[in-house]
């Protein structure tokens, strides 16, 4: 027994001298790490140096007040500051004139710099070649515009209506959740127009989605049972589901971009002339070929880059609308009254006509996502120096646009006062119904706001931006001609569990009454 003790106290003396060991090696490097950004650091390129290594900004983004930490580092640092998130870096440019160039491919690229982004959608862009996106972006704005849109309408208000039927049933919805959910169901069945009736556990398709989606923002480090390490096996089975699926769609599709030569512009104006309805898949499709994405597997993997941008977007536009305007009764009986003078003037159908018949509600959409990006912006990868500011950025390095920042420092709106925390046409926390002014988008077009990036800018800005203002408009439409908008926990935006790469409420605080109007309004 002596001995075995000994024996267990030399082994517990070993493994303490390990964890001492290992503690001062990490505290080493961190030290390490530290000095050697002070010493080696580049001076000319502004931002904090102290920073969690790795994770960098990543944790104060996501639990702070974004507008407030993004003011903060305007008014430390300038219009050009250095951010590192998610185990890269990038330069955030808050000057208007000087990201205009760089927006329209003068000096830049279309970047993505998030790693577990490129794992799941690859690279496979067709926002990268200017010989590409030109005809792709031609054909996208045919199908999610006029008579493109037009022909959307009704498939997209009939998914719709199937939901809201169940959340009238319950007299409430969990906005987070559900805006997930309906954001799915419309891409995968309006947007993508892949036939699975009959053909998959349609379910189980939704969750390998949903799973595919949650993972594409996040460190890039794959452990097992991490949403990263889930979303890459989930895109496993998806594409290997929608290749069975896509067989035939392929075939036909890589032999009309055979007899057109592989020339996307032949293909595209061929699509163009026909005068059939163009949809967004074929549209995808048509960018992967013309980028080399030329396999089976490449037309299934268009399906998921359709779903990712219809549902990512068309999902957080919703829910912060939502958020917004469940706090806002005055402006939700405006909404009301607008559906009134609609319905005196077009009927009650809610068709394509009556949604390009409201102007309030088009400034509530605008308004709500000035204060409430619902993306962060974009990035740019720079192709030749520049010095914006006083600060030179070479060649290679990540500019960030970002969208809540730019909307913060609006020309029209910010007089240039640098004493507030943050300005007060931003401060939903403080000052909501003084923030929330979507009278600002109506009148007077010297006073509406001119810095509005939420779905980008320049040659780039979003092809399906319409399409998803279109889908917010509709619902809103459906719900609130019948119902009032309360949430179950009124500061249900002060309590976020996290702020980037999303807005996220904190678990059981996104409950949202419906409760029923007095006089409520036909929806056909």
Not at 172 to 177: M, N, S, T
Not at 208 to 222: A, D, K, T, W
Request: include cysteine; hydrophobic fraction near 45%.
């Amino acid at each position: 027994m002596n001995i075995y003790g000994e024996e267990n106290g030399v082994a517990a003396s070993y493994r303490s001298g390990l964890r001492t060991w290992l503690a001062t090696s990490i505290a080493g490097a961190f030290l390490l790490y530290y000095v050697s950004n002070v010493i080696f650091g580049r001076k000319r390129l502004p931002g904090p140096w102290l920073t969690i290594p790795f994770l960098g900004d990543t944790i104060e983004l996501a639990i702070s007040d974004q507008a407030r930490m993004l003011f903060s580092r305007f008014k430390r640092y300038g219009r050009v500051f250095r951010m590192q998130l998610l185990g890269f870096e990038a330069y955030v440019v808050a000057d208007p004139e000087a990201l205009r160039p760089l927006l329209s491919d003068d000096g830049a690229s279309v970047a993505m710099p998030v790693k577990t982004f490129i794992w799941l959608m690859e690279n496979l862009n067709v926002l990268r070649s200017k010989e590409t996106h030109r005809p792709w972006r031609k054909l996208h704005l045919a199908a999610v515009t006029g008579g493109g849109l037009k022909a959307m309408v009704p498939s997209v208000r009939k998914i719709m209506e199937d939901h809201v039927r169940e959340w009238a049933a319950d007299g409430r919805v969990e906005i987070f959740d559900e805006a997930r959910l309906l954001s799915l169901d419309l891409a995968i069945f309006a947007i993508t127009g892949v036939d699975l009736e009959g053909k998959v556990d349609i379910p189980w398709f939704k969750e390998q989605v949903s799973m595919f989606v949650r993972g594409l923002y996040g460190l890039p480090i794959v452990l097992p049972g991490s949403r990263v390490a889930k979303a890459l096996a989930a895109k496993k089975r998806l594409l290997d589901t929608l290749m069975l699926l896509m067989r035939e769609r392929h075939e036909a599709f890589y032999a009309e971009w055979e007899a057109a030569g592989k020339d996307a512009d032949k293909i595209a104006s061929k699509m163009m002339e026909s005068g059939e309805h163009i949809s967004l898949n074929k549209v995808q499709m048509m960018g992967f070929h013309s980028t080399g994405g030329e396999t089976l597997r490449d037309s299934a993997l268009s399906v998921l880059h359709s779903v990712m941008a219809a549902a990512d977007t068309t999902r957080f536009a919703l829910f912060n609308t939502w958020a917004l305007l469940a706090q806002l009764p005055a402006v939700q009986d405006k909404v009301f009254e607008e559906q009134k003078k609609v319905i005196a003037e077009f009927g009650p159908e809610i068709d394509f006509r009556a949604m390009s018949n409201i102007p309030y509600l088009d400034a509530v959409f605008k308004e709500a996502l000035r204060l409430l990006p619902p993306s962060a912006g974009g990035f740019r990868k720079l192709t030749r120096g520049v010095t914006i500011h006083g600060v030179a950025l070479p060649a290679g390095t990540i500019v960030w646009y970002h969208a809540l920042l730019l909307q913060t420092l609006d020309p029209v709106l910010w007089d240039g006062d640098t004493s507030y925390d943050i300005p007060p046409y931003m401060d939903w926390r403080n000052n909501l119904e003084g923030a929330f002014q979507p009278e600002r988008w109506l009148g007077d077009e010297a006073k509406r706001p001119r810095s509005f990036y939420v779905f980008g800018s320049g040659s780039h800005l979003c092809a399906g931006m319409n399409l998803v203002q279109m889908e917010v408009k509709l619902l809103l439409t459906l719900v609130m001609r019948r119902f009032r908008l309360e949430l179950e926990v009124p500061d249900m935006l002060l309590r976020l569990a996290a702020q980037f790469p999303y807005l996220m409420p904190a678990k059981g605080t996104d409950g949202m009454r419906l409760v029923p109007r007095a006089e409520e309004l036909p929806c056909s």
